[in-house]
């Protein structure tokens, strides 16, 4: 019995070394995302005289995953941009598709968006970068300066403002892409019509969820596989 004993004491210190090892790899010591975290100063080398360990203080500042997944981040979103940007250049190759691809761009300065921004914005939209949203469905077409501008006037004419525009491209880049007639305005009655939603409520709704004015078809529960564009998601 005084062997076992003698044994378990051993181990002990191996013991408290793999729960503290536990404790080093929970999330909130080996975080991922870029996102900012304040850790508590803790000297975890006086929790066992038998065990070395370093002194471990994080006060309001990156832990080096974070700042490693900061840089990939980065790194992914330039890849990103030199990607959709090859895409667009290698459909849009007249002078005349030039010219309205910039005349587009324009109609969206208001917004203060880069030329990146406006090229992601435009690109989701008009099927010249892929996006989830439209499947197989959405055709690459070059757009039309008075198409885009004049979406962007009905949605302004629905009590959002530039900065409301702003957060609903960037939410929702594809609206661009909508028909305004069917879709648009369309959906706009349906909720009012239906839901009795308008004025400042379908002002909140838009920003909260303006993927509703691309809505176009209900499988009413038996899905046909175009969930992003069903009215079953409302």
């Known amino acids: ?64 995953s974070v700042t490693a997944a900061t840089w990939t981040s980065n790194l ?15 459909i849009i190759t007249s002078n005349e598709d030039q010219s309205m691809w910039e005349a587009c761009k324009q109609a969206l300065s208001a917004f203060n968006f880069s030329d990146e921004e406006k090229d992601k914005i435009l690109g989701k939209a008009f099927g010249l970068v892929h996006s989830p949203y439209w499947g197989e469905e959405r055709k690459t077409e070059v757009p039309k300066f008075e198409t885009v501008n004049g979406i962007l006037d009905y949605l ?5 403002s530039d900065d409301d525009l702003s957060k609903l491209l960037k939410k929702f880049p594809e609206i661009l892409g909508c028909n305004l007639e069917e879709e648009l305005k369309g959906n706009v009655k349906i909720l009012e019509e239906k839901w009795g939603i308008d004025g400042n409520s379908l002002r909140k709704l838009l920003l909260r969820n303006p993927k509703v004015l691309g809505y176009n078809v209900d499988c009413k529960g038996d899905c046909i596989a175009q969930c992003t564009r069903c009215w079953a998601r409302f």
């Open 1 to 64: 019995m005084e062997s076992l004993k003698f044994a378990s004491l051993a181990l002990s210190p191996y013991r408290r070394s793999g729960m503290l090892g536990n404790r080093l790899n929970s999330p909130l010591l080996t975080i991922d995302s870029a996102a900012q975290f304040c850790y508590c100063k803790a000297d975890l080398a006086a929790a066992s005289s038998s065990i070395p360990l370093p002194n471990i203080r994080f006060s309001c500042r990156f832990s080096p």
């Open 76 to 90: 992914c979103t330039k890849h990103w941009i030199l990607r959709s940007t090859v895409q667009i250049e290698n």
């Open 156 to 160: 302004s004419s629905l009590n959002l």
